[in-house]
């Protein structure tokens, strides 16, 4: 099992940052590929970005690209989202999740998730 525990979110203005991070604990967490997405009310989940376990390689969704990036660090376990020039429409629960491979990752149902945590951007 591995467990996977969010920070980060918040209140940001149109054009702001936020970076979240996700700390994994539990059966060796930090070899896992990880990644974030996200639900806005309404909307089903949709993926976001994911990083292999060394984070050589990384992957985004079109409409974050530029403006995201993930990123790791193996030795504390934890995966960060940066997130630049915020608009409204990335206004979500952020989760963090974790599976064996990227595919899995970019699935619609990754092995392991957290509890989310919020990011409400104001126009």
């Known amino acids: 099992q591995v467990q996977l525990v969010e920070s980060g979110g918040g209140l940001v203005q149109a054009g702001g940052s936020l970076r979240l991070s996700c700390a994994a604990s539990g059966r060796t967490g930090s070899t896992y590929p990880m990644g974030w997405f996200r639900q806005a009310p309404g909307k089903e989940r949709e993926f976001v970005s994911a990083?292999?376990?060394?984070?050589?390689?990384?992957y985004y969704t079109d409409s974050v690209k530029g403006r995201f990036t993930i990123s790791r660090e193996n030795t504390k376990n934890t995966v960060h989202l940066q997130m630049n020039s915020l608009k409204p429409e990335d206004t979500a629960v952020y989760y963090c999740v974790a599976d064996y491979s990227i595919a899995a990752i970019q699935s619609t149902r990754p092995r392991y998730w957290g509890q989310g945590t919020q990011v409400t951007v104001s126009s």
């Open positions: 990083i292999n376990w060394s984070g050589d390689n990384t």
